[in-house]
């Protein structure tokens, strides 16, 4: 049987007044190149959006994951879209490209991707959710609701093909190698829990149904780590199978309510809520956030795609948007203060650590009494 890849492809290569939207031109430049591809042969379809600042790939194809040709495919729609970017001067252009050589696949280079390869059901629904101004970890907490609470997903308890529970693949995303565990849900929740509570070390990367179905990837490339400097977060994307002994679709969309809170927004540095929000929200602005997320449902046939569906483009989510703005209205007032600021170890890749080298030059053992006559001002106060 033909197994089919759904490969997402991602990075920020530049956007409009600021880190706020992917100029159209970039868009339609990404779908001719990737129309190319398809002449090629080298994807079968292809499906191109944008998070906020963040240009999406959406490509299905044959030929398994970290394909040479596929992954190539994108990099060079990345790079030439770079260029075209840089000739209009659009704001941070190539800003996820920290590599102009291409050494097999993207990894490592700047843009992140999620793939996954499966057989083909007789219908074969799915979701790509793609966040922009947050990082990999903040698909933990919805992903975990997804596949392992009886309380987000009625199917665990009352589907018995669900009732087996999954296998979560975590990856340590802080190490200079990557790094897996696998850990099986119920029996090890409260181990799983453990590790999927510090989004910024370990992050999801699989997921798989007890029989061996994959039924969920992230995209874990953790972009400052690998440049070593800071230049941009690494927003996310995740591709979720629903349906036939999955969770449905609504139970997946339900995961998205809270809505909880993520380490991204201004400058990387800030924690704020994830808005699940229609394409044409799809755009960064207050305090260049807050953190959003959209979601397009489709389905695949025979290697290509049927869809696009804006999930969050529904009435249903106007509470958890509102909500949202009232928690962003709230963390706001904290200004440069924990725990809407970041703590200074998740700022490490920020141009904090230069402000603070400064300030430390000056700190000494002894307490500093400022010199002079103080004044009685007692009087003129009256
Ligand atoms: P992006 O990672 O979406 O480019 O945002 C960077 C940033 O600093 C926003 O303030
Ligand atoms: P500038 O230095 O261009 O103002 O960028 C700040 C920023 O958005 C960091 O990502
Ligand atoms: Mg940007
Ligand atoms: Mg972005």
Same mark, same amino acid.
């Given at each position: 049987m033909v197994e089919t890849t759904i490969s997402v492809i991602k990075a920020d290569i530049g956007s409009l007044a600021g880190h706020v939207v992917v100029p159209d031109f970039l868009l339609e430049f990404a779908r001719k190149e990737l129309k190319a591809g398809v002449e090629k042969k080298i994807i079968n379809d292809f499906h191109v959006t944008h998070a906020g600042d963040d240009l999406e790939l959406i490509m299905t194809h %044959?030929? /398994? #994951?970290?394909?040479e040709e596929v992954h190539r495919l994108a990099f060079d729609t990345f790079m030439k879209g770079t260029e075209l970017a840089r000739e209009k001067k659009?704001? !941070? !252009? /190539?800003?996820?490209?920290?590599?102009d050589t291409f050494s /097999?696949?993207? =990894? /490592?280079?700047g843009p992140g991707s999620a793939e996954m390869t499966i057989e083909e059901r007789k219908s074969e629904p799915f979701a790509i959710f793609m966040a922009d101004?947050? #990082?990999?970890? !903040?698909f933990n907490l919805p992903l975990f609701k997804i596949f392992a609470d009886p309380f987000n997903t009625a199917g665990l308890i009352i589907d018995p093909n669900l009732h087996d529970g999954f296998t979560f693949v975590v990856q340590d995303?802080?190490?200079d190698v990557p790094c897996f565990v696998d850990m099986k849900c119920p029996e090890e929740m409260y181990d799983l829990l453990a590790l999927l509570g510090s989004t910024g070390t370990f992050t999801i990367k699989k997921i798989y149904r007890a029989d061996g179905m994959v039924c969920a990837s992230v995209s874990t490339d953790k972009l400052h780590a690998v440049a070593? =400097?800071?230049?941009?977060? @690494?927003d996310p994307v995740a591709i979720i199978r629903a349906h036939s002994g999955l969770p449905a679709m609504g139970e997946v969309l339900e995961a $998205?309510?809270?809505?909880h809170l993520v380490a991204g927004w201004m400058r990387g540095s800030h924690a704020g809520p994830l808005l699940p929000v229609a394409l044409k929200d799809s755009r960064c602005t207050r305090f260049d956030g807050p953190p959003r997320v959209i979601g397009l449902g489709f389905q695949v046939s025979n290697g290509m795609l049927v869809g696009p569906i @804006?999930? %969050? @483009?529904?009435? !249903?989510f106007d509470i958890t948007r509102q909500r949202g703005m009232e928690i962003a209205d709230y963390l706001r007032q904290?200004?440069? $203060?924990e725990f809407h600021r970041l703590s200074s170890d998740r700022m #490490?890749?920020?141009?904090l650590p230069k402000v603070l080298d400064k300030c430390s030059t000056? $700190?000494?053992e002894e307490e500093i009494v400022p010199t002079g006559k103080a004044k009685d001002t007692s009087d003129s106060a009256e």
């Open positions: %044959f030929k /398994g #994951e970290n394909n659009i704001y !941070a !252009a /190539g800003q996820d490209i920290l590599s /097999g696949n993207v =990894k /490592g280079m101004k947050t #990082e990999p970890g !903040a995303i802080m190490k070593g =400097k800071y230049v941009g977060k @690494d $998205f309510t809270i809505p @804006d999930l %969050f @483009d529904d009435i !249903a904290h200004g440069p $203060f #490490e890749y920020s141009t000056r $700190f000494t």
